[in-house]
Structure formats: structure tokens, C-alpha cells
């Protein structure tokens, strides 16, 4: 039973350019959630989906920032001109229910930007 | 406002000894809480979670403590191994979303 899947691993981007992180649910999960974290700190919610939902986008930025995740395929994090300041470590957690159950984490994406 | 933070950055234990990592909380309202161990380089990872009707749950070498009258939270890890070495975070339910802490690094030297 594979877990959370993300990639890539690792993602350098220059400034000005597109980023896409992708999250592949476990199996049976129905429910993602993006986490954003910074060297030496907590994760920070960013985003909370359903297919074909976004359910709670509050700790996205307001520009440059999207989230989907289709009926078919990944859920994707699209980060659009990127700025030095996105460099982070991206996590995906997938659940099979709403918030009430634990979240199981991806190995992450760690977005580069020189 | 809200938030989740832990009293000690680092903690050093030896090998063998009892960890214990604490971890505030200020929203009187959340009733469900998790810890997480994170590894260097991997995903956080579940170790326990606790509901707020409950003030202690045991799981495999680990118990977590909840005291909801001065909002604390704590991870007691057992016998410490150099495995246990990570960063642990502690983690609030809040509607739909995890409010992490900032983490609390364990080293275990032998």
C-alpha cells in the first residue's frame, strides 16, 4: 500500500519561473492538504482540497498561487514567477475524511529558487 | 490569537533515558491533537494523537499527556533510542487543518 507520493524530490527554478509540485493521494484518500515549511520552523497550511474542491484556500497567497486537483491524476501546486522568498519545503498530506483523521505526509518537494 | 509552540528548541537526552518534549497550546476550543516526528530530509511522520476528552494515551514506548486546564501537551518517549533522533512537532486541529508548532530537536547521544 503505497503512501503519499510527491515529486519531484527536489525543484530548482530561476526567478520568473514556473514551479508544479505534484501529490499523488493514498490510496482510497479523497482529501489533500498542502503544507509549506520554511529551514527550522513548523509546516503552515496553505491549502485544502477535494477532487475537483478547493475546500479551504486560507493560508495561500493571494497572487501567484493555485492548487487543483482533478478528477483524474495528482493534485497540483502551481507557483507562478517565482521569487526567492518560495524556497521551502513543500508537503502533501492526504486523509480519507474530512479533518477528523490523521494526515499522512509525502516525503515533500524542496522548490529551489536562485 | 492562536498558536502552538513548545518551550525547548533542542533537547539532549542519553541513550537509554526517559524524553520528555513539551508543547503549549492557547485555543481552548481544539479538541484534537497529534505529534509528529520529522526526520532530516523526509516527511513528518504520526507518532500519536490525542482527543480532548482524554488527558493520556499510550502508544509503543510513547505516552502523550494532555492537561487542558493550563493548555499543555507533552510527548514522553520511553527507554530513548538514537532512531528517536528528529525534530517533533506538535500539531492542533483546527477545522480542517493542522496547526504545527515550531518544533522541538532531539538528540540522543550514546
Known amino acids: 500500500n503505497a503512501g503519499v507520493m510527491q515529486n519531484p524530490r527536489h525543484l530548482v527554478r530561476r526567478r520568473g519561473q514556473e514551479a508544479r509540485l505534484r501529490c499523488s493521494p493514498m490510496?482510497?484518500?479523497?482529501?489533500v492538504y498542502w503544507y509549506r515549511q520554511l529551514p527550522e520552523e513548523g509546516l503552515k497550511f496553505m491549502v485544502y482540497?477535494?477532487?475537483?474542491?478547493?475546500?479551504?484556500e486560507s493560508g495561500m497567497p493571494k497572487e501567484r498561487f493555485s492548487a487543483e486537483f482533478p478528477k483524474e491524476g495528482p493534485s497540483i501546486l502551481r507557483i507562478q514567477q517565482v521569487v526567492r522568498g518560495d524556497s521551502a519545503a513543500y508537503f502533501c498530506?492526504?486523509?480519507?475524511?474530512?479533518?477528523?483523521?490523521?494526515?499522512?505526509f509525502g516525503p515533500g518537494t524542496r522548490l529551489t529558487v536562485t | 490569537g492562536e498558536s502552538v509552540g513548545l518551550h525547548l528548541p533542542t533537547l539532549s537526552v542519553q541513550e537509554g533515558d526517559n524524553s520528555i518534549i513539551n508543547c503549549a497550546y492557547s485555543?481552548?476550543?481544539?479538541?484534537?491533537f497529534i505529534w509528529y516526528k520529522q526526520e532530516s530530509g523526509k516527511g513528518p511522520q504520526f507518532i500519536i494523537d490525542?482527543?480532548?476528552?482524554?488527558d493520556k494515551r499510550q502508544g509503543q514506548r510513547v505516552t502523550v499527556l494532555l492537561n487542558k486546564t493550563v493548555k499543555h501537551l507533552s510527548l514522553q518517549i520511553a527507554a530513548t533510542q538514537p532512531g528517536d533522533s528528529a525534530v517533533y512537532f506538535c500539531?492542533?486541529?483546527?477545522?480542517?487543518?493542522?496547526?504545527f508548532g515550531t518544533g522541538t530537536r532531539l538528540q540522543v547521544f550514546p
Open positions: 490510496k482510497g484518500h479523497s482529501h
Open positions: 490525542i482527543r480532548s476528552n482524554m
Open positions: 482540497l477535494q477532487k475537483e474542491n478547493i475546500i479551504d
Open positions: 485555543n481552548s476550543a481544539s479538541d484534537y
Open positions: 498530506a492526504s486523509s480519507p475524511r474530512d479533518g477528523t483523521y490523521e494526515q499522512y
Open positions: 500539531a492542533e486541529k483546527k477545522t480542517d487543518k493542522l496547526i
